[in-house]
Structure formats: C-alpha cells, structure tokens
T-cell receptor, first 116, second 110 residues
Framework: ETGVTQSPTHLIKTRGQQVTLRCSSQSGHNTVSWYQQALGQGPQFIFQYYREEENGRGNFPPRFSGLQFPNYSSELNVNALELDDSALYLC???????????????FGPGTRLTVL | KNEVEQSPQNLTAQEGEFITINCSYSVGISALHWLQQHPGGGIVSLFMLSSGKKKHGRLIATINIQEKHSSLHITASHPRDSAVYICAVRSSQGAQKLVFGQGTRLTINP
C-alpha cells in the first residue's frame, strides 16, 4: 500500500506566474483535501475533492482551483501568484463513505512554494 | 478568537519527563485529530478521537466532549519526540474541512 505522495517537493516562482501542484492519493482513498500552511501557522483548508467534484471550500480566492482525476489523484492550480502565496501546500487523502461518516486523513509530505 | 486553541505554544522539557499538550475548541465536532509535524513539513496522524481515550505506545490522547477539550500526553519523553504537535477538529455541521490549531512546538533535551 503506497502512501500519499506530492510533487514537486520544492518550487520557486515569481509574482504573476501560475503553478500546478500534484498529489497522488493513498490506495483505496476517494477524497483529497488541500491545505496551505504559512510559516509558523497551522494549515488552512483550501478545498476538498470527492469523486472528481469540489466538495467544500475554505476562504481562498478563485485563483486557487483544483482537479481530481478518475484515479483519485489531484492537482492544485494557483494563478497570478502573490508573495503571500509562499507556503507549504499539503494534500491529504481519505476514504469518504457517505454523509456523516468520516475516516482519518493521511497527509503527503507537502510542496514548499516560494514566490519571489 | 480561533475555533481551535492549543496550549502551550512552545514547550521545552528534559528527556524522561511527562508531557501534556492541551487543545480547546469552540464548535461541535464529529472528530478530533492529533497530528505530528517534523521539520521539513511532513504530517503524521497520531490519533483520531470522537470520545474517551486512545493509547499508542507512549502516546495517550483523551477528549472531553462536554468540556470541548482534548489532551495529548507523552510518557517517558525522548528527544525524537521533538516536533510540532497539531490539534485539528472536524465540525459536526457536515463541513468537510479540518480546522487546525496553531500547533505546539515541543523540544525534548537529552
């Protein structure tokens, strides 16, 4: 059983550019959540995908968007990068079985994005 | 005021000491998670609780639903326990997200 993987591990971009981060879910998991963790802070929820559709969103602008693929892997896209987007981006996968039933989330190692 | 508050924010102790980290939350929850984050970023899930107490090795997690409070205890602490410990809750209102505390930075000196 493989764990949650993310790529790339580190990334440097400049203001105004676009970035795509990738996440492969743990085997058997159908739900992916993305989090942003600024330095010294706890993670903040960006959004969650379940069966290829967005299934909840935090307080992030529309320039943060995502995709989930049939194999349950996922992408986080950020357009028009700003300096404040510099953070560790974490994805977590879980198996969602229906309303009110939640299973543990397993986190990937994260992608550290630096915006110059 | 944050929905999830942890205390202390920083904790330094000597090897072998008994460690307690506290988490208070202000919303109804369906589950509470304790997570461990080492330098470099990777997060490991330690416990998921909805009631009572769980134990895994030297780690013990308890939750009091009525008081909206949880504690993480580490017995016989070791330098390898040094990490940031994060409490996160999942709302009982059907929200899909986890809401995180700000973390407790634990340093165990030999």
């Amino acid at each position: 059983e493989t764990g949650v993987t993310q790529s790339p591990t580190h990334l440097i971009k400049t203001r105004g550019q676009q970035v795509t981060l990738r996440c492969s879910s743990q085997s058997g998991h159908n739900t992916v959540s993305w989090y942003q963790q600024a330095l010294g802070q706890g993670p903040q929820f960006i959004f969650q995908y379940y069966r290829e559709e967005e299934n909840g969103r935090g307080n992030f602008p529309p320039r943060f968007s995502g995709l989930q693929f049939p194999n349950y892997s996922s992408e986080l896209n950020v357009n028009a990068l700003e300096l404040d987007d510099s953070a560790l981006y974490l994805c977590a996968s879980s198996s969602f079985r229906g309303t009110g039933i939640y299973n543990e989330q397993f986190f990937g190692p994260g992608t550290r994005l630096t915006v110059l | 005021k944050n929905e999830v508050e942890q205390s202390p924010q920083n904790l330094t102790a000597q090897e072998g000491e008994f460690i307690t980290i506290n988490c208070s939350y202000s919303v109804g929850i369906s589950a509470l998670h304790w997570l461990q984050q080492h330098p470099g970023g990777g997060i490991v899930s330690l416990f998921m609780l909805s009631s009572g107490k769980k134990k895994h090795g030297r780690l013990i997690a308890t939750i009091n639903i009525q008081e909206k409070h949880s504690s993480l205890h580490i017995t016989a602490s070791h330098p390898r326990d040094s990490a940031v410990y994060i409490c996160a809750v999942r709302s009982s209102q059907g929200a899909q997200k986890l809401v995180f505390g700000q973390g407790t930075r634990l340093t165990i000196n030999p």
